[in-house]
């Protein structure tokens, strides 16, 4: 900290990523990035946008992005809003929509970026508890005015809930908005998308980062009613007008177009995921049911932390977590067959070795 700081700037207390170290020979199954490269033809399209064009700023409404991802979506253009990750699409709907009188609610185990936004932008909040399987109970935000944001799946236990009920909770708390972070979605559960025409306080965010195996290149989107859709826009030309550049916008174009891609790696990702989960429990985990492509497993003899110790020293990086509830839990993400077989025999090691 130097003299030179603001006040806000002291007071905050930033997320903290996944670790991106460079270990030779390193299994990184720490920060849920696809085992896959993303569709060659995004990548062609990437190549091909880093060209002269680049001396001109991008399209700052991301018309054409916009386009396809309404094509995609089935929804109009002008429900869709496209942002630098869904990190920052979500920084936008916490300014633009969550920051109410009332506090906004969320699970007390979630996406731990979401008190941050709260702090950075002076948002009170209130947690609400998961159940004793560790899922969210929509009733239990159903007793109190005020908007919710719920990641669903939910992260880090990998837990999803069926579309059914977070149209029962958008319509329970039709007095705010209610934002739903599919980050996860594409591997296995139920999107909400459907629901926008019928619920104007429903806004639901996804991410090309996972399913399609850009988290390098950084596009987010949120896809809702245009009078939320509208709000998001405002706060984000307070911001910055040109989130996404040239290449970001060609590459998720063509990443949408490769639907074969997108389907062959998800199909391989939600097996290599149902053997993962096999493997664990042949090793004595308790695996929760996962619709993400990563798995929350805790062993009843070891601590999380010893066990995230263990594998650390074989070159094998998962994440761990110390808030409460969680702490003798390790997400795992899913990687390739090799990678998972790395894991499994390290982790064999480790629970022999330890006893
Ligand atoms: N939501 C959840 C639940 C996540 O786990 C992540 C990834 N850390 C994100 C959003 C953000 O992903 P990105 O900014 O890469 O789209």
Known sequence: ???????????????????????????????????????????????????????????????RLRETLADYHKVAPDQVFVGNGSDEVLAHAFAALLKQPAPVRFPDVTYSFYPVYCRLLGIDYTTV????????????????????????????????????????????????????????????ADTAIPLIGEHPNLLVVQTMSKSRALAGLRVGYAIGDAGLIAALTRVKDSFNSYPLGRPAQ???????????????????????????????????????????????????ERSGQALAAGLRERAVLVRHFTAPRISDFLRITIGSKAELTRLTEALREVLTQNS
């Not at 207390?13 to 085992?35: C, D």
């Not at 005015?145 to 708390?173: C, D, F, K, Q, S």
């Open 1 to 63: 900290m130097s003299r030179y700081w603001s006040e806000l700037a002291k007071g905050l207390s930033p997320y903290v990523p996944g670790e991106q170290p460079q270990i030779p020979g390193l299994v990184k199954l720490n920060t849920n990035e696809s085992p896959f490269g993303p569709s060659p033809k995004a990548i062609e399209a990437i190549r091909a946008a880093a060209s002269d064009t680049l001396r001109l700023y991008p399209d700052p409404q991301a018309t």
């Open 129 to 188: 508890p998961l159940d004793a399987d560790m899922r969210v109970r929509v009733d239990d935000y159903l007793d109190r005015a005020g908007p919710v944001i719920v990641a669903n799946p939910n992260a880090p236990t990998g837990i999803a809930l069926p579309r059914t009920e977070i149209a029962r909770l958008a319509a329970g708390r039709s007095d705010a908005a209610v934002v739903i972070d599919e980050a996860y979605v594409d591997f296995g």
């Open 250 to 300: 060609a590459g998720a174009i063509a990443s949408i177009a490769d639907e074969a891609h997108f389907r062959e790696t998800r199909a391989v990702i939600m097996q290599n995921r149902a053997d993962l989960t096999a493997a664990l429990i042949r090793l004595g985990f308790e695996v929760l049911p996962s619709s993400a492509n990563f798995v929350f497993a805790r062993h009843p």
